[in-house]
């Protein structure tokens, strides 16, 4: 029976994947609000040495936690053996937190496969390019578009939701955890991707044409001559195989979403934890669409002294943008993180505290750790929880208690906060993908920064650069119909666009947007192909300049006269395109006797609008202070670009349609600066703060205003 079941399942993952491999999943129906903050933690009582569970929960409820997340690890104790299901050890936490009144949140818990199944199934396991094969003992080792493995994933899911559909205390479903494509190239997967090509180009020679398979004479004239991805040269296949990566992840998780959906409450809302943000390998935004609210995994790696906001907020704003509103953080620093010893950097007195509301100013609705009580053994020993590994409240438990309490009073004023911002990044996975198979500073590290020079490296030093002016930050895709709602629209090395693409960013400049652009862009077609036409192709009108010509740079150059008055910092490196104005107008020239004939940066109008275009990789400095003298121009700043160093400034408004103003000390020493804003309250002294009031912060402290709400009739 097991085995005319599998195989059904097997016929019918291969006819949907090959109908639908692409197709967007139907937006979820609603985007939850909640009445005050979550706060809160993973919890595994199943992990615990020995029985504690009404003093871990009486703790948890001291602490101020109101919210748990249960049960995404341990598909062995739930399903101990084939098709014997075990929920006695899960229904006393859940009923222990409901009495205790804290929510939960269960995950489903298909990351990590029981070994029964591994050894019933051996090929549920993946199977990377060169035939290489995961072994069983990492998580997160299968082909999760294995038969057998959907068919189990499948029936445990079902059970689970239908067991809690009405249980009060579970609130919501994380599906999955942290899920990628995990490199699995198995034969099936490569099955179903000839199908979706087939799909696609309908044609063999549809494909070789754009992929320019003439090359090496590698050209195709029957589907079953499509060679495996595993030794592949051409870029146009390599860049196909990795959108089909992100689609296997984006048809995984909306399967499970479906599931639950059919299964569970209503009521409860559907989520998962993203690892991060902008993945290669998965399409967060796509995913995203199959979801209640988005999550992520937020995890800083800059401790102590080093600590500064700057990454939560890359991967908050990230998130943030993919539904255009709140999220979830369901994993985030406790103590100390690493799978190993070596990075044991436990935060600093306040750290604890301030880490928590950086997420809240930056949308989060609910903050959880990772995780509650330090694990004894194995992989994740030294990722420490909100407890040591001797289960006793110590400084971390303080401080986070203290900052439970805090929201237990003002967290109806801060959750739903809503953010709007006047910049936007274009982020493009294609051209991350593409330059990271056809790189354009190879091994090349930038001085002090400890990053390769890539597609990311660009997209987090421009948002560096913004994050330092305390300019507030969307960002917007390929997809993205309308960048209207924007005033300035940044777009970083956009080297793999379509045609459509490009006309809108041409069109939203026509109409007085205003962008800035890096080198590389609209380059190479959506096949990942040059474009045959003169650089920069269907730009060119908008930009007002062309090239033939670019260089590696095999040194740092320097811009004549230091227009932007950086000094040290008036250096670029690595790229250089040789821009020939048309109508365009130079702001930097390099000083070099050969380059210098070229202009690095210029600037040009066009209909109503305005674009500044980088052909070069600027200095960290050097582009921050070419952000600030664009953004400074189109009249975006304020008050907040003239807080002192350190302190970072974010707004948003509450539910109850007020402004709340967050400020933050990210140092060691105390730091005082006048308030520039309407009056309101301080939240966290309760306490009265005028325009042009002094406003002191302690070491790693913030300052919550919300100013008092508009007279009626005003404007």
Request: aromatic residues 12%.
């Amino acid at each position: 029976m097991l085995r005319r079941t599998l195989l059904s399942c097997a016929l019918s993952c291969l006819i949907a994947s090959s109908a639908h491999a692409g197709e967007a999943a139907k937006p979820s129906a609603r985007q939850p609000d909640f009445p005050t903050v979550l706060y809160g933690t993973a919890y595994y009582h199943e992990y615990m040495p020995y029985e504690r569970l009404e003093k871990d929960v009486a703790m948890i409820k001291a602490a101020g936690f109101n919210v748990v997340r249960l049960g995404e690890s341990t598909w062995s104790l739930w399903e101990p053996e084939d098709g014997r299901f075990d929920y006695a050890w899960m229904d006393r936490v859940v009923e222990a937190m409901g009495k205790a009144g804290i929510k939960v949140i269960m995950g489903t818990p298909t990351y990590s496969i029981p070994a029964w199944m591994a050894r019933q199934h051996p090929e549920i396991l993946a199977q990377k390019f060169n035939g290489a094969k995961n072994m069983y003992g990492m998580r997160q080792n299968m082909n999760t578009d294995s038969p057998a493995y959907r068919f189990y994933a499948e029936r445990l899911i079902r059970k689970i939701a239908a067991r809690y559909k009405d249980n009060p205390a579970v609130i919501g479903w994380q599906v999955d955890n942290e899920t990628s494509s995990y490199g699995a190239a198995n034969d099936d997967v490569f099955a179903r991707f000839q199908h979706y090509l087939e799909k696609k180009f309908g044609t063999p020679e549809n494909l070789s044409k754009a992929w320019l398979l003439n090359y090496w004479g590698q050209d195709l004239h029957s589907w079953a001559d499509l060679p495996r991805p595993d030794g592949a040269q051409s870029t146009g296949y390599k860049l196909e195989w990795s959108r089909w990566s992100q689609m296997r992840v984006t048809d995984f998780l909306h399967w499970q979403a479906q599931l639950v959906r059919e299964c569970a409450s209503p009521r409860q809302f559907i989520t998962h934890d993203f690892a991060g943000s902008m993945h290669n390998d998965v399409n967060e935004e796509a995913v995203a669409k199959g979801l209640d609210i988005a999550g992520v995994n937020i995890y800083h790696w800059a401790p102590q002294e080093y600590y500064n906001g700057a990454d939560q907020k890359l991967q908050a704003d990230f998130t943030r943008s993919l539904k255009r509103g709140n999220f979830l953080v369901l994993e985030t620093n406790a103590q100390t993180t690493d799978w190993s010893s070596s990075f044991q950097y436990p935060p600093y007195d306040g750290q604890f505290r301030q880490d928590v509301y950086t997420h809240l100013a930056n949308g989060a609705n609910m903050v959880e750790y990772w995780h509650w009580a330090s694990i004894h053994a194995n992989q994740e020993t030294y990722w420490k929880g909100v407890l040591s590994h001797d289960m006793e409240p110590n400084r971390a438990y303080a401080e986070m208690s203290k900052t439970g309490q805090e929201l237990q009073k003002i967290g109806p004023k801060l959750a739903n906060l809503r953010i709007n911002n006047d910049v936007a990044i274009l982020w493009s996975r294609d051209s991350l993908n593409a330059i990271k198979d056809m790189p354009f500073a190879k091994d090349a590290q930038w001085s002090g920064t400890g990053a390769k020079a890539d597609y990311s490296s660009l997209v987090r030093q421009i948002h560096r650069a913004l994050y330092d002016l305390n300019v507030g930050t969307d960002f917007v895709f390929p997809e993205t119909e309308d960048f209207s709602s924007y005033k300035v629209l940044i777009v970083p090395m956009l080297y793999v666009a379509d045609d459509a693409l490009l006309g809108r960013i041409k069109e939203y400049i026509r109409k007085g947007g205003r962008v800035v652009m890096t080198f590389k862009s609209g380059f190479a077609n959506e096949n990942t192909a040059v474009r045959w036409t003169m650089a920069p192709g269907p730009l060119r009108e908008a930009l007002g300049f062309h090239y033939q010509e670019f260089s590696n740079l095999a040194q740092p150059l320097a811009l004549k006269d230091d227009p932007y008055r950086t000094g040290d910092s008036n250096k670029v490196q690595y790229w250089a395109e040789f821009l020939q104005l048309d109508k365009a107008k130079a702001l930097a020239y390099y000083d070099h006797p050969f380059f210098g004939r070229w202009p690095a940066i210029t600037t040009n109008d066009f209909g109503a609008g305005k674009v500044l275009y980088e052909g070069t990789y600027l200095s960290d400095n050097l582009q921050k202070a070419v952000l600030q003298s664009f953004l400074r121009e189109q009249g975006l700043t304020g008050p907040d670009q003239d807080l002192p160093t350190n302190v970072q400034a974010r707004t948003g408004t509450n539910s109850l349609g007020r402004t709340v103003r967050y400020y933050f000390n990210y140092s060691g020493a105390p730091v005082s600066f006048n308030y520039r804003h309407k009056p309101g309250t301080e939240l966290l002294a309760n306490r009265r703060l005028r325009t042009d009031d002094s406003l002191t912060l302690a070491p790693w402290d913030l300052a919550i205003i919300e100013e008092d709400a508009a007279a009626k009739g005003a404007k």
